[in-house]
């Protein structure tokens, strides 16, 4: 079978660099005095392996919950003989001063800092260490970097750095003596988001060399400073910055510009508009321009070709058919067009081979892919028309949009807009419809990103977004790969006194459906969780409303499967006073059939706990238990039940019946009735794992209506359930029990008659394993 796309394994060389950072102390380093972390003196790492672990780590950092960010980390790289870097990327508030300065021996080649809003102008004296080697820099969205720290000198010594960590940035400490000089081999750098009081023109003077220079969200006071790179510069970004005639001309003089980006967040906040004579002049005079971007500007009518003398046929990238007059000038088609919110995308013939736009699914995955990492605005507004695609349409390029959305979550992970957008397209693209298309890689990827947002936001509609999402899977099967995380966030869901009715529904849906059919260490570690006592406020709050509604019946049910089997999570139950909530329901909704079946399911699995059976043989508990001997509720499910938790009880001899009433006789006797009243080809609303609970009533004497509760039980699973609990009896050594129940004086008459029955159904089964009860098969959503 061919793998799915997507479904490549990580390599060796990430595979190893995740694991020596999750295992730093057992691999490259040691506990130093003061608990430092210190690298190895046999350790000696080159340039590609420094790189690799750097980067990892801040993306570790990132989007691993688990992951414990080291305090000094970046301390591991200080000295250049045994470890070297050379290429860096580090990002968002985690970023100090004191971890660049950590590095600043380093001969570093390109540092990429985004949105590093806790480095001050430190970390720029920082950077003069790296003037003579580095060819790359970023700093957008780093405006804090311009500023002083708490209006303290830019010279510190040892003793006043850590203090000054702990000091805000003071916007009014600017500083303003700082520029370039030195940095005579900067070739490309990205000043996006650079503070308005910093004068570009100023800063950027020094450098001779620049190829590229982006400028987005700068307040440019001239434009002819950017001539001086007129024979070398061959990529400009000029995003939303104000354009003007004088920008333009400007722009049109730098002759060897490959990629100009003039566009702008959106047409509403633009006073200029561009017109055809632009356009022309800008295709005319950048002939080497094979990228252009004008997103989100004011297109004149003039500029486009009127709808009934477009070229007809297929739509084309040739610019002699171009619907855009200017592009018609072109040589050959652009490598990359920009024309996201503008009229200019829905144009039928556009000379480019990949464009960003609204008109189609293309389009849109084209301006994700551009605008992600440095314009969540304009990502979120196309994921945004991604998620309409999604649900109203067919998503086509499936696994593209999936890792796009991914992508953008991932490294906007703070970012509100971008949460719940992303969330959202991500329910429709995880989906029955789009799910065999998608590897098993893929979907934990998706999981991993919504269990970030569930992390990083409380907000209602990103907590519903992530939740449906998680719906979209198999659970537990594709969620047991974050198993604890997954029901951490659930619970931390559910605490609120007062939560969101729609979110509160789903998250116990997903909880109950996580601890059914799993486990039992699952289910304990779940317990340990607060899973038993946050059901059961639920649980509280929905009594205090008088509702019974489905957060309620899905309480009860989780509540039936987490107790299975654990005692642990029994005695939990008992202790937060789970046996008065029950009271409290049967006697407030004493009409609802569901909650009835699954109160008595959970009540089965406290019963069938040695230790806690004396805590139910109370009167009033038994009176209980006895009236409901006679229900009718959901088939013979709630009578069943009942009927399983005095057999239990019933086992324990009369030395337990230390009540005067009921008596023990006449509980037996209605409980007698009760069996014989059941139709033993009742189909059944119930799944075992295991006859083990049944079984120990089998061979005894000591109540014999509880042997035979236990015999009628498997003889109504064997025979209308063959296929599935023939083998299990088997296999549990049931048969050689019930030839002793056949041979005990004790035993009544219909009891070794059901039993010999139920022993002919198993041998017949393995003579003829096939299914021979074409009925629908037993509900897996419960555990009695």
Known sequence: MAAKAGDNPDSLMTLATVFCLRNLRKTMCYQGSRDKLCLRSDIFLP????????????ELVHTESNFEPEENFFQLFSEPRSTRLTRVQLKEDFVRDRDLEAIRKQDLIELHLTYCNSLSSRSLKTLTCFRETLVSLCLFGCSNIFYRKGGAPLACNEDTEDDEEESPVSRQALKTDFNFQGFNRLRLLNLGGLPDEMHAETLLKPLKSLTSLDLSNVQLLGTAFLTQWKDRLASLVLYNVDLSEELVNTVVELVNLRHLDIS???RRTSKFKMTRKILTAIVQRLVNLVSLDISGHIMLDNCTVPHLEEAMGRPSNEPCKSSIY?????????????????????????????????????QVLNAIEA??????????????????IARIQHCIQLLRALRLVIAALKCHKYDKSIQVTGSAALFYLTNTEYRSDQSVRLRQEVIRVVLNGMEQYQEVTVQRNCCLTLCNFSIPEEL?????????LLLKILEPARQDESIQRIAVHLCNALVCQVDNHHKEAVGKMGFVKTMLNLIQKKLQDRLCDQVMEFSWSALWNITDETPDNCQMFLNCHGMSLFLDCLKGFPDKQELHRNMLGLLGNVAEVKALRPKLVTPQFISVFSNLLDSKADGIEVSYNACGVLSHIMFDGPELWSMEEPLRDTVMDKMWDAIQSWDVSSRRNINYRSFEPILRLLPQSIAPVSQHWATWALYNLVSVYPSKYCPLLIKEGGISLLERVLELESSQPETKDMAQKVMEQCESFKE????????QEVNYGQRG
């Open 326 to 362: 200017p592009f018609q000038e072109l040589k050959r088609p652009l490598q990359f067009l920009g024309l996201y919110d503008t009229t200019l995308c829905n144009v039928t013939h556009i000379p480019a081979y990949k464009v960003t736009g609204s008109k189609n699914e293309d």
């Open 264 to 266: 702008r967040e959106c």
């Open 47 to 58: 340039s590609e392996i420094c790189d690799k672990l750097v980067n990892v780590y801040m």
């Open 371 to 388: 605008y992600t990492e440095f314009r969540p605005e304009l990502a979120h507004r196309a994921i945004n028309q991604l998620f309409d």
């Open 768 to 775: 003829d394993p096939m299914e021979t009860n074409h009925a």
């Open 480 to 488: 047991e790969f974050q198993y604890s995380r997954v029901n951490q």
